[in-house]
């Protein structure tokens, strides 16, 4: 409960890649998306994932939506500047928010029910 309450507060996020990422999205929450791990991940992980992200929300979006800053892109300047560009009601925001919309009829079930509506379901 003190998570989606903290959602429910956030204007913006920063966020460690991870399954806390969609579940901004699907929050309607505009995020960035940061993480940095030691030498032998990054190596690890630049051979093995291929595809064009690592945030969730933009594989099931087939595009880059929410800016990820990985390892040595991930300094304290850039995320400021990438978190700062999604505060004021401007195209960044915007292109996030509609794009969330439509992330959330992508995981909508068959009865018709989003998937934040689904989870808060199961939450309660």
Known sequence: EAKRAAFRRARVALAASGTVTLELALSGIPLV????????EAW?????????SVLMCNLVLGRNVVPELLQDEATAAALARAVMDLIP???ARSEQLAAFAELDARMALADGR????TAADVVA
């Open 33 to 40: 998306g940061a993480y940095r791990g030691n030498a032998l």
């Open 44 to 52: 690890v992980a630049r051979r093995l994932i291929k595809s064009h």
């Open 89 to 91: 009601d401007g195209a």
């Open 114 to 117: 989003g998937s934040a509506e």
